[in-house]
């Protein structure tokens, strides 16, 4: 079954570093997102991105984060100047072509980014 | 603006014992309504989903879950856990399929030998 890969597993960094995190989507998906999940706490919607264009962002994505879909493979989310707060798990999820608007999003295994 | 409650932080159940973990959502039309498992230090798993339809929903692992709408309720069943089961369970909510996910705070479940 085709899988969303991410890449790398682990990263640490230091303040104001920074960082790019990558993802590789299922093949035919058109839709993705990346999502956060600090340690203990519940995973967060960070940002959605359709057309090549974000479609969707919250509160929590501001001027220090950017996505882009470089390739037309990876789709990368870069933090430019992290913090001791952007530690935290960071899933990439994926959604095939909506026909019946019955698609289900697919996890990444997630990042584990540690700014020290 | 939606949510998602999830009232008990931890549940402890024995071994062969039924499970329900409770979920709660405040959104204005029929949401599309998630569980996923997620075990220490590893990925979201998805359990089951509701979209439409019938409200008594099957999922993986033996696991299942009744939509209310009278109760704004997405309550998640299993009739006998297996120690394997000891999980983060998340109730989530969208309001299309390629909407933002929206997560409740999880329910830690341990499982009693």
């Known amino acids: 079954e085709p899988e969303v890969t991410q890449t790398p597993s682990h990263q640490v960094t230091q303040m104001g570093q920074e960082v790019i995190l990558r993802c590789v989507p299922i093949?035919?998906?058109?839709?993705f997102y990346w999502y956060r999940q600090i340690l203990g706490q519940k995973v967060e919607f960070l940002v959605s991105?359709?057309?090549?264009?974000?479609?969707?962002k919250s509160e929590i994505f501001d001027d220090q984060f950017s996505v882009e879909r470089p390739d037309g493979s990876n789709f990368t989310l870069k933090i430019r100047s992290t913090k001791l707060e952007d530690s935290a798990m960071y899933f990439c999820?994926?959604?095939?072509?909506?026909?019946?608007?019955?698609?289900?999003?697919?996890f990444g295994p997630g990042t584990r980014l540690l700014v020290l | 603006a939606q949510s998602v409650t999830q009232p008990d932080i931890h549940i402890t159940v024995s071994e062969g014992a039924s499970l329900e973990l409770r979920c709660n959502y405040s959104y204005g039309a029929t949401p599309y309504l998630f569980w996923y498992v997620q075990s220490p230090g590893q990925g979201l798993q998805l359990l089951l989903k509701y979209f439409s339809g019938d409200t008594l929903v099957q999922g993986i692992k033996g696991f299942e879950a009744e939509f209310k709408r009278s109760q704004s309720s997405f309550n998640l069943r299993k009739p006998s856990v297996h120690w394997s089961d000891a999980a983060e369970y998340f109730c989530a909510v969208g309001y299309s399929s390629a909407s933002k996910i929206i997560f409740g705070s999880g329910t830690r479940l341990s499982i009693r030998p």
């Open positions: 093949s035919n998906h058109l839709y």
């Open positions: 991105f359709y057309n090549n264009e974000i479609s969707e």
């Open positions: 999820a994926s959604l095939p072509p909506r026909r019946e608007n019955q698609e289900t999003q697919y």
